[in-house]
């Protein structure tokens, strides 16, 4: 599932590709992922300006004129693609909208730029909500959002209440979209791989400096994953169709059985909270 370093590649692309256009048309052949009749999502966008694009936890938002907000969650599989009519858009010598991950097109928004904004989405479990701007804050969605893990109001002393109270593994606990924003599963085991800090420790029970070590992983490893565009360990791309590339120096997610690159322990893999772990047990304790 993308998380907040895709998310945040994707927003940024979009304030440089389509910020300023104009929403004229639109097509989709999976109606479910749309929160509203079709014909009335379509002529609420119709000829509205996209004025700004956002990111919010791992939602994409695009602010809109006539002061809509249109909401895209990407889900397990989906990605966002800025194309140009009649135009083969290569990237660093490569068409990667050729590529097979790129194909399952099941919305597309035309621009009146000849652009177009097509969502590929092999499942389809992505989520296209059209709400007006001044009701946003009340979607249950959004309202039950945390603190965002990159908002300058994650200072470490919010992070230290979350943490203190909750008796609950310090893994599953970052991946809680309640407390804090934006961090699934690859980002929150390279973060404790950072930190040094094993992923079932109960998130209560951590010391002073473990929290702090916390603390300083969460900025290091979302910024780094940001500057390198993203992890493209299954299907996501950017805008242009192109894997990110943090993927390529993950430390412990989905290694296991290979050697830390740290200390050439073999990797190992738990299951916490459903969800697969993987850590170094000698680097993490």
């Known amino acids: 599932m993308p998380e907040l370093p895709e998310v945040q590649t994707i927003v940024g692309d979009l304030e440089q590709k389509i910020k300023g256009d104009t929403i004229v048309g639109f097509w989709s052949d999976w109606r479910k992922a749309i ?8 002529a609420g966008i119709k000829n509205k300006k996209i004025l700004k694009a956002e990111r919010i936890g791992k939602y994409i938002a695009l602010k809109l004129s006539g002061d809509k907000i249109l909401l895209i969650h990407l889900k397990m599989t989906g990605h966002l693609l800025v194309k140009k009519e009649k ?3 290569k990237s660093q010598g490569k ?5 097979r991950v790129n194909q399952y097109i099941h919305h597309i928004f035309y621009l009146k730029s000849g652009r177009t904004l097509e969502f590929s989405d092999v499942r389809k479990f992505g989520k ?4 007006d ?17 990159l908002n ?3 200072t470490f002393q919010k992070l230290e209440d979350i943490l203190k109270k909750k008796k609950t593994p310090i893994k599953q606990l970052l991946m809680d979209q309640q407390e804090i924003a934006g961090i699934g599963n690859i980002y929150a085991s390279e973060i404790l791989h950072t930190a040094g800090i094993l992923p079932d ?7 002073l400096n473990e929290k702090k070590r916390i603390y ?3 900025k290091k490893i979302l910024e780094k994953a940001i500057e390198l565009r993203g992890t493209s360990d299954s299907d996501y791309r950017d805008t242009s169709g192109a894997p990110g590339k943090f993927q390529e120096i993950l430390k412990v997610y989905r290694r296991a059985g290979k050697k830390c690159r740290k200390c050439d322990t073999i990797i190992q893999r738990s299951v916490i909270g459903q969800r697969s772990s993987f850590f170094c047990p000698q680097c993490q304790k």
């Open 201 to 207: 420790r109960l998130a209560s029970e951590l010391n």
């Open 35 to 42: 929160r509203m009749p079709l014909r009335r999502f379509t």
């Open 128 to 131: 296209i909500i059209l709400v």
């Open 216 to 218: 300083a992983a969460i």
């Open 95 to 99: 068409d990667y909208f050729a590529d």
């Open 133 to 149: 701007a001044d009701r946003m804050g009340d979607l249950p969605e959004i309202k039950k959002l945390g603190v965002d893990a």
């Open 87 to 89: 135009l083969k858009v």
């Open 152 to 154: 300058k109001n994650l």
